[in-house]
Every structure is written in C-alpha cells, then in structure tokens.
C-alpha cells in the first residue's frame, strides 16, 4: 500500500481513502463503486461489539452486520473476489488480532488480499509484537498519531507506522462536522515535519470543501461517516460512487 500511495502522491494527486463497513448489506458493491469513482485505496471495516472509536453512523452499519451473520471470516473471504484494482486495508480493534493470535491474524489477512491494517485502540507501546507478525505476513500496520500525540512520541510513532500515516483530524469519535476542526490540519502539519510517509487525515471531515482544506496540509483524506451515510440512507453502491467521485473531482480541482 505505502509504495501505491507513495507513487500517486508523487503524481501529483491528493490521496483518497473510502471507509467501507465489511458485512453491510450491498458492501462488496460499494467497494467496487467507491474503487472506480477514484478512490486510491479501500478501507474495510470489520464489525465488532465495542467500537471504540467509531461514531454513531459506524456503529449503526456494524451492528446491523453483526446482526445479520457477519464475521471477520465472512468478511475477508469476500475481499479477493473484489474488483477494486487499489490496495485494501482493514479497520478493526486488537482483540480480533490477540484471539487468534497475531501470526494467524495477519497470515489470514495476508491471504485475503488484505494489504494493511489498523487497529486504533493498540498503543504504540504495545504494538511492536503485533507490527512484527504482520510485516513478516506481508501486512503493513498503520498508526494513528491523534493531536494529543506528543512531539517527542511523534517521529517514533511515524516511523512505525507503515502503509501511511493516519492523522486523526479531531478528538472524539468518528462522524461528519460542519467544519474542519483546527486540530485537523495541526496534526497532519506536525506529522508532515517528521516523515516522508504519506500522511493522511480522517475523522470529521463532512464535504468535499473540508477535504480540500484538509488537504492542503496532508496528502490526502479518508472518508467514512459520510460514505457509510449513504448505505444507511439506502442510495447503494451507486450512491457511495457518486460521493467519492464528488471527493475526488474536488481533491483534483485543488
């Protein structure tokens, strides 16, 4: 994934990331839409009980996945018949990591198609055995580096993190703000001073206008409370295509 991203950040485009709730009625087919409308990678959630960073809209979808069968076996086994041509990664919480154990987590993801992971309430510190196993799978392990991340745990975390670096733009969990809050550009410009790596903000961003703000900072955006929106709403795929093409017509107009 980091080399994809790294490649179209050095084409000159500002990178885009669609979240995708793994399970949802109609998910494959969003991925897909979201894929060719032009999104640059796919970020798959896989559904757990106690979401701790996830907003009210993430955690409707996911409930009603759980409610409906979906498992992170039913998910993954979905993800290499997908017709994306971007990289995947998935989003989920450490305990689905530690259960089975990491070497058989990230050899399960590996075999999925599965290029990186995030998994945002493992710390830093705690990390490293996790990050190991993945990197000896093949799966990169991207970290969140929050505002209150202090400067002197910042290059470290940057430099752990791989596939990019995720910029949480605001405190709080994920959903859609009427505006860009300040912390979201101030963490992206904080991380942009110690790392190469692409650098990619999320949580809170709610339009296209506020990805272009966000943007002009960070090297691209990832959307999730806005796409996930337009399953619930019952637009489908065809809805969540015409949501990042909106994303990324105004990314590429600058």
Not at 1 to 9: A, F, N, P, V
Not at 110 to 124: E, M, Q, R, T, V
Request: net charge negative; proline share 6%; with cysteine.
């Amino acid at each position: 994934m980091e080399r994809y991203l790294r490649d179209r950040r050095e084409s000159g485009a500002k990178l885009l990331v669609a979240y995708i709730t793994g399970g949802y009625e109609g998910w494959e087919a969003a991925v897909e839409s979201a894929a060719a409308a032009g999104a640059d990678a796919i970020e798959i959630g896989i559904p757990f009980s106690d979401p701790v960073m996830d907003g009210p809209i993430i955690q409707k979808a996911s409930q009603e996945a759980l409610e409906a069968g979906a498992t992170p076996a039913s998910v993954l086994a979905v993800v290499p018949r997908l017709d994306t041509g971007v990289p995947h990664a998935v989003m989920t919480y450490y305990n689905l990591a530690h259960h089975p154990g990491h070497e058989r987590f990230a050899a399960t993801l590996a075999k999925s198609a599965i290029d990186a992971a995030i998994l945002p309430d493992l710390p830093l510190v705690e990390s490293g055995p996790w990050r190991e196993a993945a990197s000896r799978a093949g799966v990169e392990t991207i970290m969140l580096a929050a505002p209150t991340t202090p400067d002197e745990r910042l290059p470290e975390l940057c430099e752990a993190s791989r596939g990019f670096v995720y910029a949480v733009g605001l405190l709080g969990v994920t959903g859609e703000r009427a505006t860009l809050a300040s912390t979201a550009t101030e963490i992206a410009k904080r991380c942009k001073e110690v790392t190469d790596k692409p650098v990619l903000t999320g949580v809170g961003i709610g339009s296209p206008e506020q990805a272009v703000e966000a943007s002009t900072v960070a090297d691209g955006v990832i959307i999730g409370s806005a796409v996930v929106r337009r399953l619930l709403d019952g637009d489908g795929a065809n809805g969540v295509g015409d949501l990042i093409a909106s994303y990324r017509a105004a990314l590429d107009a600058g």
